[in-house]
């Protein structure tokens, strides 16, 4: 064991979207805080993701929604369309009574602008957590290779797969989707998509996301048994003949991608947990409430999660009931989504003919107010109701 360490009162674990936005949050609300990440670096890799209006308010109230919409690129619409491209449905979140447009950026833009904001001597690259033991002052978080530290409170910030959630709430489980998924950028300047576009058909999903610059970000979604390792070699050749019957630009997209940079992962979320707090230690982001990306609001959920938990932290001098609060706060809504978008991927990864074609008759005919109503239950949230 090397030296202990005592770091900040919060430490946080992980530096993904959760970790960077709780800790600019934090930092505007007058609390310092250290966060530690697994990787030995912030390479510029991933793909893209879409921010939803609610991810921009929370970005807004954080005073830095400028600087974000300046690295991505906006979405004026997002229309579906079977797999001839005849259009099912659209909506348009910039009018409708949705004070924003939906933000397009790659992950690493975003994260650059999120690591931007934060004092790098508080960032601790290349630690892996093992394990946490509680001790009369905290926590104790020790590492992979051997060192650790000690922090009165802990934030664990560690994704879908974190360990330190597997130590606090073992009975927690993942839950496979039943479709595996591809990622990559492509670079295609000749195409001017101003939306972005998902095409369901009985191959699988495949959607399109102008990230500017004339590059646009797709994923490409396949039903499948779970941990096929034959997918992960997929390259585009492979991802052309599932896709190549499906509507323009579609196939034009696959091959105008490195398929090196190709990202494959299959679908699952995180079965929904009863708590986030557990004394003085609190989960958020993924590794709280992982959900199906069908909904777009993974990355969201993480991001309201760090504006309430600095709010909860500002309006409680207890940490542990502060920690309370933002659970209260939080495990509705996040259930929710999980629970929504779970459903909304059986819907869009139907694969027989005839249930295809009652989906698709029913997403024509349903009225545009009926959608946005539901749009803006997810989206049209002021910092105000998130925190009450
Ligand atoms: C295909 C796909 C598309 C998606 N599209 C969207 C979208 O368009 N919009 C949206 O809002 N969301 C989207 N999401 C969801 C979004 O990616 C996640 O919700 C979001 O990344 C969660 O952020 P996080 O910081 O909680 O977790 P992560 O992004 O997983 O970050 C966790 C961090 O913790 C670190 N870490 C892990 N374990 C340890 C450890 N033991 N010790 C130290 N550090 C550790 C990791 O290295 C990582 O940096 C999508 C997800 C998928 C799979």
Redesign the pocket.
């Known amino acids: 064991m090397k030296t202990q360490n005592f770091i900040s009162n919060f430490v946080i ?7 960077l936005t709780t800790a600019i949050a934090l930092k505007k609300a007058g609390i310092e805080s250290t966060i ?4 030995p670096e912030f390479k510029p890799v991933g793909a893209g ?4 209006v609610n ?1 921009l308010k929370a970005y807004q109230h954080l005073g830095i929604y400028t600087k974000i919409r300046a690295a991505g690129n906006p979405v004026r619409h997002l229309a579906i369309y079977n797999d001839k491209g005849k259009l099912l449905s659209k909506i348009q979140p910039g009018v409708n009574g949705l004070d924003y447009e939906n933000l397009a950026i790659h992950r690493a833009s975003l994260h650059q602008v999120l690591l931007a904001q934060l004092d790098k001597t508080f960032i601790i690259n290349n ?4 394990q946490i033991k509680t001790t009369s002052e905290g926590y104790k978080v020790l590492f992979e290779d051997g060192s650790f530290i000690s922090s009165r409170y802990l934030i664990v ?7 330190i959630r597997r130590q606090f709430f073992p009975q927690a489980t993942l839950r496979y989707s039943g479709y595996t ?1 591809w ?1 990559g950028v492509a670079d295609i300047p000749e195409l001017n998509l101003t939306g972005a576009s998902e095409t369901w058909g009985k191959n699988g999903r495949f959607g399109l996301v102008p990230l500017g610059n004339g590059k646009v970000y797709w ?1 490409a979604v396949k039903n499948s048994t779970h941990d096929n390792r034959k997918y992960q070699q997929f390259g585009t050749r492979e991802l052309f003949e599932i896709f190549n019957e499906y509507h323009h630009p579609i196939g034009s997209v696959i091959l105008a991608t490195d398929e090196d940079l190709i990202i494959w ?1 299959d ?1 699952c979320d995180l079965n929904p947990l009863i708590h986030y707090a557990f004394g003085d230690l609190v989960l ?4 709280a409430h ?2 199906t ?1 069908n909904m ?7 991001i309201e999660d760090a504006v309430v938990l600095a709010n909860c932290l500002q309006e409680n001098s207890i940490v542990r009931e502060a920690f309370l609060s933002f659970e209260k706060k939080r495990l509705k809504r996040t259930h929710f989504i999980v629970n929504q978008s779970w459903k909304m991927g059986k819907m869009a990864q139907l694969d027989n003919k005839t249930l295809i074609g009652i989906r698709n008759i029913v997403l024509r005919l349903m009225p545009e107010s009926l959608i946005n109503s539901r749009l803006k239950h997810v989206c049209n949230v002021t910092f105000k109701k998130l925190i009450d």
């Open positions: 674990l992980g530096g993904g979207i959760a970790g530690i990440e697994a990787a993701i879409v921010l939803a991810a630690k892996k957590t093992s910030a560690e994704g879908i797969h974190s360990v998924c990622r994923f992962n679908i958020i982001g993924d590794a992982a959900t990306p777009g609001q993974g990355a969201c959920q993480a």
